[in-house]
């Protein structure tokens, strides 16, 4: 499986950004898709998922800004993301998850975001 994951870029606070990561490959192993974001010095952490039936979980400091998406005919998976603040400056991963727990990393697109 391989992830191709875009969007990223520089936003002042208060602005909107779209990701999207294409995965290509094995999709049909495919299970969870995610998010991860990892800000400097600081450990990477899940941001969003999503299940290939639609159920979306996401981390608390973005429940009601970020919106996760997936296009099953696409092999597509979207973070939608508003009200963007400084802290959400980071890289973000694209992620992909089988069955039997074998994740797959897209490599990172940095969001960077203004005060």
């Known amino acids: 499986v391989q992830l191709q994951a875009s969007g990223g870029g520089l936003v002042q606070a208060g602005g909107s950004l779209r990701l999207s990561c294409a995965a290509s490959?094995?999709?049909?192993?495919?299970?969870?898709m995610g998010w991860y974001r990892q800000a400097p010095g600081k450990q990477r952490e899940l941001v969003a998922a999503?299940?290939?039936?639609?159920?979306?979980d996401y981390a608390d400091s973005v429940k009601g800004r970020f919106t996760i998406s997936r296009d099953n005919a696409k092999s597509t998976v979207y973070l939608q993301m508003n009200s963007l603040k400084p802290e959400d400056t980071a890289v973000y991963y694209c992620?992909?998850?089988?069955?039997?727990?074998?994740?797959?990393w897209g490599k990172g697109t940095q969001v960077t975001v203004s005060s």
């Open positions: 992620n992909a998850e089988t069955p039997n727990g074998t994740h797959y």
């Open positions: 999503i299940t290939s039936g639609g159920n979306a």
């Open positions: 490959g094995n999709i049909f192993s495919i299970n969870d």
